[in-house]
Nanobody, 123 residues
């Protein structure tokens, strides 16, 4: 089955760090850009980061700039989101997805999604 398998979520204290992983199962990520999204309770889903395949360019939404880092390992068909200096407002369900990525606007034309993982930042 073609799917994205996400892991790494959990509970962390403010100021702490987590790393999310997004692994391709049944295909490789050679020709796919990867994006990360999140949805907090009562809010719409927002795109927070993506990385392209053509040139490795990255996009970050303003709330996570300087704190989150996106990367990918094509040999492992896996993308990552390193989250540092976490804040309570980062609490959300996080998703990864395939699509296209521009450094100006983020991910577009999404076609495959992970199951989502809960990230809770709380004391």
């Amino acid at each position: 089955q073609v799917q994205l398998v996400e892991s790494g979520g959990g509970l962390v204290q403010p100021g702490g760090s987590l790393r999310l992983s997004c692994a391709a199962s049944g295909f490789t990520l050679d020709y796919n850009a990867i994006g990360w999204f999140r949805q907090a309770p009562g809010k719409e889903r927002e795109g927070i980061s993506c990385i392209s395949t053509s040139d490795g360019g990255t996009y970050y939404a303003e709330p996570v700039k300087g704190r989150f880092t996106i990367s990918r390992d094509k040999a492992k068909s896996t993308a990552y989101l390193q989250m540092n200096s976490l804040k309570p407002e980062d609490t959300a369900v996080y998703y990864c997805a395939t699509g296209g990525c521009t450094v100006e606007a983020g991910l577009y034309e999404y076609d495959l999604w992970s199951q989502g993982t809960q990230v809770t930042v709380s004391s």
